[in-house]
């Protein structure tokens, strides 16, 4: 490879980070002079203005997007002897927060064109019991493409279920319901809570954080009082008020709050957040573009205008050696995600090969390929000539 593409192959390229500005370090360094590190107004503010963007009348920042999750559940009652519904293709985190409560994990399949959440995969596994087995249903919005929630929210209420959005990957993600209506991923309209996280590859990057939003006063409250060791932070709900100095410890709670630094970090990005998912767009469109008709895809999709585009995962040939191709040329795609079932752990409490064979067969050619706004054109060219020239040299010889 040559030409205006060459003098870039000794600059790692990732498949995603952070891109940090001088109003970010300005944020941050306001914070530090002022009075307050964690605890004090940034927080609250951050909360606002996050739930202004998502259309959400409630949201409640806590450490992490793990948190976020394990807080929803605590919220919702999940508890030993409970069974839950959940996408295989995800982070680790969004099952584990149902072992953390102690109920049961059940993965449904996914679609094999959208990658999400197979609806039908779940109203099968619904229907394989009597009603009242299963109580909850967490669908995420993997890679950014948001799960139709109007959907599953009419599945989840026939059955009597709670629903959670997993919407890491998708702030500022949208879809269109059944009425026409644009609904904006974690608005609250149909999940009970959704959840955020603003790790650094994320479109909002904090550092670490995450974010539950919610249409429900009373759950909005029951995970801030959780985050904060449970205590009772309003006084009038208090059983007993002793004076000024008295605080109420009401139920079992955990440390899950964000610092006023990251706030004021998560704040400064979510002022751009529109302009990033505008890039992040305009780089899909150009892989699109570049990729359409090639026989080395699996499969070839052209996503809906509400796609938030965390990732922009191929389905390609040989994806192993062209993954190794790539990082030979400091070009670092990931694998997003290895099917949850098949982890060791999961199949310590009963899953095996074979039990969500769309997802297999996803992991078998999946490919998260570089995409952040800062990618610039011309490294984002220097990613497509280096997988045509890996097909090139290794022609895709059958169909799959």
Aim: proline share 5%; glycine share 8%.
């Amino acid at each position: 490879m040559g030409g205006r593409t060459g003098d870039l192959r000794v600059k790692k390229i990732p498949y995603g980070r952070q891109h940090i500005t001088g109003e970010d370090i300005q944020a941050v360094v306001d914070v530090l002079k002022s009075d307050w590190l964690t605890q004090g107004p940034e927080v609250p503010a951050f909360e606002e203005a996050f739930a202004r963007y998502l259309r959400a009348p409630h949201a409640a920042a806590v450490s992490n997007g793990t948190a976020a999750l394990h807080l929803s559940a605590l919220a919702l009652g999940v508890g030993p002897g409970q069974k839950i519904i959940t996408t295989p293709l995800t982070f680790a985190a969004t099952a584990n927060c149902v072992r953390y409560c102690g109920g049961e994990v059940v993965f449904a399949d996914i679609d094999p064109v959208t990658q999400l959440l197979s609806l039908s995969s779940v109203e099968t596994l619904l229907k394989s019991e009597p009603k009242g087995t299963f109580t909850g249903i967490i669908a995420v919005d993997f890679a950014g493409r948001p799960v139709r929630l109007d959907l599953f929210r009419e599945l989840a209420d026939q059955y009597g279920c709670w629903l959670i959005e997993d919407a890491c990957h998708a702030p500022g993600g949208f879809f269109q319901d059944r009425f026409g209506q644009k609904q904006f991923c974690g608005n609250g309209a149909y999940a009970d809570a959704s959840v955020f996280s603003f790790h650094p590859v994320k479109h909002i990057a904090a550092g670490e954080g995450g974010m539950i939003t919610t249409s429900n006063a009373s759950l909005n409250e029951k995970v801030r009082m959780l985050r904060t060791h449970g205590i009772q932070q309003n006084p009038g709900k208090r059983k007993e008020n002793h004076g000024p100095w008295y605080y109420e410890m009401q139920e079992l709670g955990y440390n899950y709050r964000l610092t006023d630094m990251q706030a004021a970090l998560g704040a400064s990005q979510l002022r751009r957040a529109d302009e990033g998912i505008a890039r992040r767009k305009a780089l899909a469109e150009r892989y699109h573009a570049a990729f359409a008709g090639q026989s080395f895809l699996v499969r070839e999709t052209h996503d809906e205008s509400g796609h938030a585009y965390h990732l922009f995962v191929a389905e390609l040939n040989n994806r192993d050696k062209l993954l190794q191709h790539l990082r030979q040329n400091q070009i670092y795609a990931q694998v997003h995600y290895i099917p949850l079932h098949l982890m060791p752990y999961y199949r310590e409490q009963g899953c095996r090969a074979g039990d969500c064979p769309a997802a297999e067969t996803y992991y078998r050619y999946g490919l998260s390929l570089p995409l952040y706004p800062s990618l610039t054109e011309d490294e984002q060219a220097l990613v497509i000539e280096c997988v045509f020239d890996f097909y090139k040299a290794n022609p895709v010889r059958s169909p799959v």
